[in-house]
């Protein structure tokens, strides 16, 4: 193990980070993650290119996230602040960003009450695609308890105490999904899912961004148990595609006073390309109620 590097990762103002944090807590999966409450701190296993690594984010300045990184090796710390930056969305313009989603009368109050805010990202495309398949239909704690019992069954011990390092796809391409279904207490349906995403990723399924948005969807969405909202919500965390926008999804539609998925996505129209910073609004604006 090398010796922990503490980063300073700029980013412009103004950053409202009670949601990300919330976000952060409420996503967080034991042998993955762990959330301080009291501090906000949030430690996570990243994987890096000779390795995983534990980093430690804490946002404690105006202008700056804390990044306290325990790499596998020193030439993998770039690397490394290039996935926490866009996990955190730190190269954001929110000035830009803000301006155009703040015309809109759905959208002032929302903006005008959390300014800067930044969308979650990803670390590792195949592992948010999983937990994305694994919380399908349960609650977040489900989830988080699903993802908690994958990993333990799957992932792999790293040299920091506790943490686990996510399975890669071509270790679970090959299994019955039968034992996945045991290990986890799935469905069989979302264990067939889970390997029918990991043959596809060990297949050449690409799970970064760079990757163009509309093969992306059409792959995501030939495999079985994955439909528009998983593909749409992956484009926006994984992609980092800022407007992408899960029309169908229930509690955006509750927000937006919307029955349908196409009353969802007609409403959007105005605020596109950024259309995934006011999905982020919404849901926030939900979770505050």
Not at 81 to 106: H, K
Not at 146 to 160: D, I, K, M, N, Q
Request: hydrophobic letters at 45%; glycine letters at 8%.
């Amino acid at each position: 193990m090398t010796n922990a590097v503490t980063l300073s990762l700029l980013f412009r103002p103004p950053f409202t980070t009670a949601p990300m944090l919330g976000a952060l807590a409420a996503h967080a999966v034991d042998g993955l993650e762990r959330h301080d409450s009291d501090t906000g701190a949030h430690t996570r296993v990243v994987p890096g290119p000779h390795g995983p690594a534990v980093v430690t984010v804490e946002f404690d300045a105006p202008d700056h996230v804390t990044a306290t990184v325990l790499p596998a090796h020193p030439d993998d710390v770039p690397h490394l602040e290039s996935l926490v930056r866009r996990w955190l969305d730190l190269d954001a313009d929110p000035a830009v960003i803000d301006a155009a989603l703040c015309t809109d009368s759905a959208l002032a109050d929302h903006v005008a009450a959390r300014p800067g805010l930044r969308v979650l990202g990803s670390v590792d495309g195949f592992e948010t695609a999983v937990l994305t398949v694994l919380g399908q239909q349960v609650s977040l704690s489900a989830a988080r308890t699903f993802g908690s019992r994958f990993v333990t069954a799957f992932g792999t011990p790293t040299e920091f105490d506790g943490f686990v390092s996510f399975p890669e796809p071509e270790k679970l391409a090959g299994l019955d999904p039968l034992v996945i279904q045991k290990a986890v207490g799935l469905t069989g349906a979302r264990a067939r899912t889970v390997q029918a995403l990991a043959a596809a990723a060990s297949d050449g399924l690409e799970l970064h961004p760079g990757v163009d948005p509309h093969e992306f969807r059409t792959r995501l969405l030939a495999l079985p148990g994955i439909g528009p909202w998983t593909a749409d919500y992956l484009s926006v965390r994984v992609l980092g595609d800022r407007d992408a926008y899960p029309s169908g999804d229930l509690v955006l539609r509750r927000a937006l006073g919307v029955k349908t998925a196409r009353e969802a996505a007609t409403a959007s129209e105005p605020w596109r390309p950024w259309r995934a910073y006011a999905l982020f609004h919404l849901w926030t604006a939900q979770a505050f109620l």
